[in-house]
């Protein structure tokens, strides 16, 4: 069974910048979580997809979007990219009937400059 | 989304029980209580989760007081492997909703 894996692992931009972000989901997942960790703080819920939709929002602006594939993977998109979206971003794969056991990849760390 | 308190940091001893105590005082009927842990730069892990039954699996037991308004998560023989921050989550809906959680640090 393969876990959650998320592409870079690091990421270096700058202010204003696009960055995409990648997420393959647990073996049989059809629903991915994308969270925003900053430094000290919990995890913050970003969106949820469902079944290539998007099922679920948090205080978030429109420049976070997503995209998740047929194949159940995902990405986070980040446009004008901002200093205090220097954080850590997970993505998370679960069965929607149990969609609280939620299992994360180890993340990719974004650092904008 | 109901808030939970938790202890900022704990320490324990190793291979003692740790009991991490979590408050949801505002907590609704249909809500879960789930325990999530994060060692130091890995993802968050699933450890358990309960309605209003004491709750028991491989890692951990689950008890939530009759009022549900309080849980504690117990890891019956603490390892150095389980230093952590835990988070105790009250999920409603699709998401969920981590606070600053527990720093437990256990020691040899």
């Given at each position: 069974?393969?876990?959650?894996?998320?592409?870079?692992?690091?990421?270096?931009?700058?202010?204003?910048?696009?960055?995409?972000?990648?997420?393959?989901?647990?073996?049989?997942?059809?629903?991915?979580?994308?969270?925003?960790?900053?430094?000290?703080?919990?995890?913050?819920?970003?969106?949820?997809?469902?079944?290539?939709?998007?099922?679920?929002?948090?205080?978030?602006?429109?420049?976070?979007?997503?995209?998740?594939?047929?194949?159940?993977?995902?990405?986070?998109?980040?446009?004008?990219?901002?200093?205090?979206?220097?954080?850590?971003?997970?993505?998370?794969?679960?069965?929607?009937?149990?969609?609280?056991?939620?299992?994360?990849?180890?993340?990719?760390?974004?650092?904008?400059? | 989304?109901?808030?939970?308190?938790q202890p900022?940091?704990m320490d324990c001893a190793?291979?003692r029980a740790a009991n991490l105590p979590c408050?949801?005082?505002?907590?609704?009927?249909?809500?879960?209580?789930?325990w999530?842990?994060?060692?130091?730069?890995?993802?968050?892990?699933?450890?358990?989760?309960?309605?209003?039954?004491n709750?028991?699996?491989?890692?951990a037991s689950l008890i939530i007081t009759?009022?549900?308004?309080s849980s504690t998560l117990i890891l019956p023989h603490a390892?150095?492997?389980d230093?952590?921050?835990y988070?105790c989550?009250?999920?409603?809906?699709?998401?969920?909703?981590?606070?600053?959680?527990t720093?437990v640090?256990v020691?040899?």
């Open positions: 069974e393969t876990g959650v894996t998320q592409s870079p692992t690091h990421l270096i931009k700058t202010r204003g910048q696009q960055v995409t972000l990648r997420c393959s989901s647990q073996s049989g997942h059809n629903t991915v979580s994308w969270y925003q960790q900053a430094l000290g703080q919990g995890p913050q819920f970003i969106f949820q997809y469902y079944r290539e939709e998007e099922n679920g929002r948090g205080n978030f602006p429109p420049r976070f979007s997503g995209l998740q594939f047929p194949n159940y993977s995902s990405e986070l998109n980040v446009n004008a990219l901002e200093l205090d979206d220097s954080a850590l971003y997970l993505c998370a794969s679960s069965l929607p009937d149990r969609v609280g056991e939620q299992f994360f990849g180890p993340g990719t760390r974004l650092t904008v400059l | 989304d109901a808030k939970t308190t900022t940091s190793e291979g408050n949801h005082s505002t907590i609704s009927g249909n809500e879960y209580v789930y999530y842990r994060q060692i130091h730069s890995q993802g968050p892990q699933y450890i358990i989760h309960g309605l209003k039954n709750e028991t699996n491989e890692m009759e009022d549900r308004k390892t150095l492997r230093t952590a921050v988070y989550i009250v999920r409603h809906d699709y998401k969920l909703s981590f606070g600053a959680g720093t640090t020691r040899a």
